[in-house]
């Protein structure tokens, strides 16, 4: 049985956020809950993770253990079936260096080429990558337009 005694509150009334350094009269003025001195009772001070005063973070200090592919992955260029239609014309290749000559891609690129699926593709266009996604081979095939796999 529900009774007054029983009831709670189940919206509480949220607490305004206190307002820092506003005069003696808000608790929390003169020095803003920062201290007198240093570095950070200065307006602007943020210190970066582990900063140590200009001492040698102790992080850096640690021997750097592990592996990372990282600097094995070569990057990758993707490319949606939508952005060949719009780029590309009836008859032309599509290719890392077609890209570099549309000013797609960069011109020093080590960078090979993934074909995806997005959008849908009109144009009449051969097509040099390095690797397709499934469903960009399905619309491919769909479309029954050329398309070679490079190494």
């Given at each position: 049985m529900i009774t007054l005694s029983t009831l709670k509150n189940e919206h509480p009334k949220v607490k305004p956020k206190r307002r820092l350094g506003r005069g003696p009269g808000s608790k929390k003025g003169k020095t803003a809950a920062r201290?007198?001195?240093?570095?950070?009772s200065r307006s602007g001070s943020k210190k970066r993770f582990g900063y140590?005063?200009?001492?040698?973070?102790?992080f850096s200090k640690l021997p750097k253990k592990g592996f990372s592919r990282g600097r094995f992955l070569k990057p990758i260029i993707e490319l949606n079936l939508s952005k060949i239609n719009e780029i590309y014309n009836d008859g032309e290749v599509v290719s890392i260096a077609t890209l570099i000559e549309?000013?797609?891609a960069p011109r020093k690129t080590k960078a090979t080429l993934?074909?995806?699926?997005?959008?849908?593709i009109d144009k009449k266009v051969t097509i040099e990558a390095h690797s397709f996604s499934k469903t960009a081979i399905k619309k491919l095939e769909e479309k029954k337009l050329?398309?070679?796999?490079?190494?």
């Open positions: 201290g007198y001195n240093g570095y950070k140590e005063g200009g001492q040698m973070r102790t549309k000013k797609q993934k074909i995806l699926a997005n959008g849908e050329t398309y070679k796999k490079l190494k």
